[in-house]
Nanobody
Framework: QVQLVESGGGLVQPGGSLRLSCAAS????????MGWYRQAPGKQRELVAT???????NYANSVKDRFTISRDNMKNTVYLQMNSLKPEDTAVYLC???????????????WGQGTQVTVSS
């Protein structure tokens, strides 16, 4: 059983920074792409950033030049460094990863439970 566990959310003032982490755990699995989505109350889930196994990145226009996604393949962990945070960044941030479970033949998209980020003065 593969699990994704996020950490690092919290309350921050506008202009502040937070770093989210998401670690995959389980036995004998392979990870392809990883990423972050977010969902604000009353809004649809939206892409924040993705990163391939080789390190190629993609960002939503709303977070470009403020957020940085990175990953540590040895630790099966993806990070999201968020700078210059704005109130409109307030949302539940969810980690996702495309994973091939041990002994399996198909890749699946796994999701974490989410971590709350609140930007408010």
């Amino acid at each position: 059983q593969v699990q994704l566990v996020e950490s690092g959310g919290g309350l921050v003032q506008p202009g502040g920074s937070l770093r989210l982490s998401c670690a995959a755990s389980g036995s004998a699995f392979s990870i392809n792409s990883m990423g972050w989505y977010r969902q604000a109350p009353g809004k649809q889930r939206e892409l924040v950033a993705t990163i391939t196994k080789g390190g190629s990145t993609n960002y939503a226009n709303s977070v470009k030049d403020r957020f940085t996604i990175s990953r540590d393949n040895m630790k099966n962990t993806v990070y999201l460094q968020m700078n210059s945070l704005k109130p409109e960044d307030t949302a539940v941030y969810l980690c996702t990863a495309r994973i091939l479970p041990g002994g399996g033949s198909f890749w699946y998209d796994y999701w974490g439970q989410g971590t709350q980020v609140t930007v408010s003065s």
